[in-house]
Every structure is written in C-alpha cells, then in structure tokens.
C-alpha cells in the first residue's frame, strides 16, 4: 500500500533553515510526482511546489521563490523540502503529497503525509 | 496565475439535509483536448491530511460514498453532499490543476445545524 511518511516536528529561531522529508514506499518512486504543501494554524491550505523525482526538476509557487528548495533521493524514495530565512508566519504543517497520475505533471493529489509541524519562534 | 474561490465560507446543514459548494476559477480549467476538467475536491477533518473526494471535477476517488458527487464546467463547479452525515463535518477544498501551479480554493466548513 502507498504510504508516505515524513518526518518529526520541528522548532526553529527565525532565519533559521528547517529541512522536512518524506519517505515514499508501495509504489515506482520515480513515476509519480510529488507536492508539497503546507498549512498554517487555523489557515487554508498553501501549495508551495513540486518535484519530478525521476529527473530532479522543480517548480515553485512564486511565494517560495528563492526560499525554498525540493530535492529527492532515489535510492532511499525520499524527497527533501527545505525553506530558509524562516519568519514567524511560517509556522506551519507542511505536507508531502503525491500526484494521482502517472508521469503527470498536472494532477490532482491522492496520497498524503501525515504532516510536519514547523514552529518558527524566537 | 488561476485564482480559486469558493463560497460559502461555511455553512451549517441539518443531518440528513444537502449540502452545496461552490467554486469558481478565475480562468477556464477545462482542456481542450481531452474535455475533462482539471478540478479536484479534498476533504479534512482536524488533525488530518486532506482526502481526495473527487478529481475530473466529477469523477469519484474509489471508496468515496455516493452521497458525494461534483459537477460543473469551465469556470465554476459545486460539491454536493445529498445527505449530510455526522462523519461529514470537516472543511472542503477545490484545487485545479489545469496550470502547472496548484493553487486550492479557500476552504468551506461544513458544520450539523
């Protein structure tokens, strides 16, 4: 069964760096992109970007441009957000979710991390 | 950038009674090509990741009940609970992903009257 399962909660000062990971198993890593988005207390929900894990390219809500970097390592099927110069409103869950299509970039999203919480405080 | 919003911001529906979301897009969603809509519904509960309900902007995710349907084209689409449970308490998103960034409606709680 798919599972993605990423990792604990995390407490960071501000303009820290904080690095999340989500480790995918029960399906081909490599054909399916991943998501990732993120949701501040009591808040909507924020898509932040996406990464092929295959090849390594991303592509980012213009929000996060410049902040925010999504990496993946096949050999471990686990993909990496990192978000530096961290402020307070970035406390928040961040989710790894996958694309429902195959070799998709445009789909919608049908399995989810359980979220990480990200507490961003002095 | 398509721009998603959906009304209302809640609502509160008697159990048993239907309940409807709107969304509607700031530009097409529905390609050409293959006539499908890029609009999917998410369900979350607190504490929990959001649930694909429907994707296709009518399309079923297995295991969804029947109680659940979409509908809609182009620029605005609805979600309808026929009969509202107490298990569907929770807030509801749409998301296109019509462009390759996916942006989601701002949310609709769902609350028992």
């Known amino acids: 069964q798919v599972q993605l399962v990423q990792s604990g909660a995390e407490v960071k000062k501000p303009g820290a760096s904080v690095k999340v990971s989500c480790k995918a198993s029960?399906?081909?890593?490599?054909?399916?992109?991943m998501h990732w988005v993120r949701q501040a207390p009591g808040q909507g929900l924020e898509w932040m970007g996406i990464?092929?894990?295959?090849?390594?390219?991303?592509s980012y809500a213009q929000k996060f441009q410049g902040r925010v970097t999504m990496t993946r390592d096949t050999s471990t099927s686990t993909v990496y957000m990192e978000l530096s110069s961290l402020r307070s409103e970035d406390t928040a869950v961040y989710y790894c979710?996958?694309?429902?299509?195959?070799?998709?970039?445009?789909?919608?999203?049908?399995?989810w991390g359980q979220g990480t919480l990200v507490t961003v405080s002095s | 950038d398509i721009v998603m919003t959906q009304s209302p911001d809640s609502l509160a529906v008697s159990l048993g009674e239907r309940a409807t979301i709107n969304c509607k897009s700031s530009q097409s969603v529905l390609y050409s090509s293959n006539n499908k809509n890029y609009l999917a519904w998410y369900q979350q509960k607190p504490g929990q990741p959001p649930k694909l309900l429907i994707y296709?902007?009518?399309t079923r995710e297995s295991g969804v009940p029947d109680r659940f349907s979409g509908s809609g084209s182009g620029t605005d689409f609805t979600l309808t609970i026929s009969s509202l449970q107490a298990e569907d308490v929770a807030v509801y998103y749409c998301?296109?992903?019509?462009?390759?960034?996916?942006?989601f409606g701002g949310g609709t709680k769902v609350e028992i009257k």
């Open positions: 998301q296109q992903y019509y462009s390759t960034l996916l942006p």
């Open positions: 979710a996958r694309a429902r299509i195959e070799w998709e970039l445009r789909s919608d999203l049908d399995y």
């Open positions: 029960g399906y081909t890593f490599t054909s399916y992109y």
């Open positions: 990464i092929n894990p295959s090849g390594g390219s991303t």
């Open positions: 296709w902007a009518s």
